[in-house]
T-cell receptor
């Protein structure tokens, strides 16, 4: 079945460091791919999305490119801030009803 | 920006009792969802709802669970006889067009079963 695998955390970084969170997926066909972020004590917020191969989603300095050949959707940010500390979830939608399948989440801790 | 709102933020219930979690989706959205997140685990899909009926449900969504859209604004999740393992954060979400638009999530209801 469809599934999402993302790197385990926590990932601890210093402010202004480069962040990469790996995400790979298995799916029959071509799902839509998403990154959601969960700040402490809050719900899930959509960070960015890509709906077809080679699409690049971007928001708030974060980027991810839909790579069909490697079935990946890695999240990157060039210079993280303390306020980026959160749990990041990679997810996919495959069916028309919009059922989201999430990865396990990666906690990111950014220190001053 | 329109928001999905959930109430209550925290619900404490005795095992075996019924609980109703409430959600107000974004007003022009047509697709509604419930997810749950057991502490320390991944977010899991429970059910999707469209056109006043369940469109898809997971294995978790057994006979103890039900969903309802009693009026034009609310979307509820009922657990008939709660178990300890139902303790989790429950998230409601809505979207304008199923798989073609991203889902917007509420802040969740933390359900604690004693």
């Amino acid at each position: 079945g469809d599934s999402v695998t993302q790197m385990e955390g926590p990932v601890t970084l210093s402010e202004e460091a480069f962040l990469t969170i790996n995400c790979t997926y298995t799916a029959t066909g071509y799902p839509s791919l998403f990154w959601y972020v969960q700040y402490p004590g809050e719900g899930l917020q959509l960070l960015l999305k890509a709906t077809k191969a080679d699409d690049k989603g971007s928001n708030k300095g974060f980027e991810a490119t839909y790579r069909k050949e490697t079935t990946s959707f890695h999240l990157e940010k060039g210079s993280v801030q303390v306020s980026d500390s959160a749990v990041y979830f990679c997810a996919l939608i495959y069916d028309s009803w919009g059922k989201l399948q999430f990865g396990a989440g990666t906690q990111v801790v950014v220190t001053p | 920006e329109p928001e999905v709102t959930q109430t209550p933020s925290h619900q404490v219930t005795q095992m075996g009792q019924e609980v109703i979690l409430r959600c107000v989706p974004i007003s022009n959205h047509l697709y509604f969802y419930w997810y749950r997140q057991i502490l320390g685990q991944k977010v899991e899909f429970l059910v999707s709802f469209y056109n006043n009926e369940i469109s898809e449900k997971s294995e978790i969504f057994d006979d103890q669970f039900s969903v309802e859209r009693p009026d034009g604004s609310n979307f509820t999740l009922k657990i008939r006889s709660t178990k300890l393992e139902d303790s989790a954060m429950y998230f409601c979400a809505s979207s304008g067009d199923g798989g073609n638009q991203p889902q917007h999530f509420g802040d969740g209801t933390r359900l604690s079963i004693l």
